[in-house]
C-alpha cells in the first residue's frame, strides 16, 4: 500500500510552536504531509491585512526553515477576488472548485485532511477531504501577531519569541518591516462573514 497524504489547511500568520508540533506528529504518523498556507489573490496581487501581514512566500520560507523538503508546502488554497463568490459554503460552485484545486496537485491516491476546530472538520467532511479526528492546540497565532504588533509599537522585546521556533523568529525578524507596516494600522480591514475570515479589499 502507498502512503497517505495529510492536507493541512492553515493561516500560519505566522508559524507557531503549536503548528510545528501538528506537523511533526503528522510526519511521525507517516502521513506524506502537504501544507496549505490560505492566499487571497486580487488582480494578481496577494492581498494581506493586519489579520493575515505575513505572505504566501514568507510563511512557505518559515515551515520549510522548520522542515525542509520533508513537507510539500503549497498555494492551492487561494481565494480569488471577488470573494464573495465562495460563499455560502457547500452551495457555492466556487466553493467546490477550490476543494478541487487543493486536492489537484496531491499524489498520493489516498488522502486525509488536519484542523483542531470542530466546525472546520465538519466542513471539511462535507467536502469529502476526510478530517482526522483532533485537539486545537494552546498557542494562537492571533495572540503572537498582538505580541508583535506591541513590540513593534512600543519597542518592549515582547514574549512572542517564546511562542515560535527559532528559525521563525529570525525569518519574522527579516521582515520586520512588514509586522511595522501593520503595527501602524489602526484598522484590519478584515470581516468575518460565516465564521470565516475574509480581507475586505477584494471581498465584492
Known amino acids: 500500500m502507498g502512503r497517505t497524504a495529510v492536507l493541512y489547511l492553515a493561516h500560519l500568520n505566522p508559524v507557531t510552536k503549536a503548528h510545528e ?7 511521525e504518523r507517516d502521513y506524506s504531509v502537504y501544507v496549505f498556507p490560505v492566499r487571497f489573490i486580487k488582480d494578481n496581487r496577494e492581498i494581506n491585512t493586519k489579520s493575515f501581514p505575513f505572505s504566501f512566500e514568507q510563511r512557505k520560507e518559515m515551515v520549510e526553515a522548520l522542515f525542509g523538503n520533508s ?5 492551492d488554497y487561494t481565494f480569488y477576488a471577488p470573494f464573495a463568490k465562495y460563499l455560502p459554503p457547500l452551495l457555492s460552485s466556487k466553493s467546490w472548485e477550490l476543494r478541487n484545486q487543493i486536492v489537484s496537485h496531491v499524489k498520493e491516491g489516498k488522502f486525509v485532511s488536519y484542523t483542531g476546530d470542530k466546525a472546520e472538520r465538519l466542513m471539511l467532511k462535507i467536502y ?4 482526522l479526528k483532533a485537539d486545537r492546540l494552546e498557542i494562537s497565532a492571533t ?6 504588533y506591541r513590540e513593534a509599537r512600543e519597542g ?3 514574549e512572542w519569541r517564546q511562542m515560535v ?3 521563525v523568529v529570525d525569518a519574522i525578524e527579516r521582515n520586520w518591516s512588514v509586522v511595522e507596516k501593520f503595527a501602524r494600522e489602526q484598522d484590519d480591514a478584515t470581516m468575518r462573514v460565516m465564521g470565516m475570515k475574509f480581507p475586505r479589499e477584494g471581498y465584492k
Do not use: A, H
Not at 71 to 75: D, G, R, Y
Not at 128 to 131: A, D, K, S
Open 143 to 148: 495572540s503572537v501577531k498582538e505580541m508583535l
Open 71 to 75: 513537507v510539500t508546502v503549497l498555494p
Open 21 to 27: 508540533s501538528i506537523i511533526s506528529s503528522l510526519l
Open 156 to 158: 518592549d522585546r515582547g
Open 128 to 131: 469529502r477531504l476526510n478530517p
Open 165 to 167: 521556533p527559532p528559525q
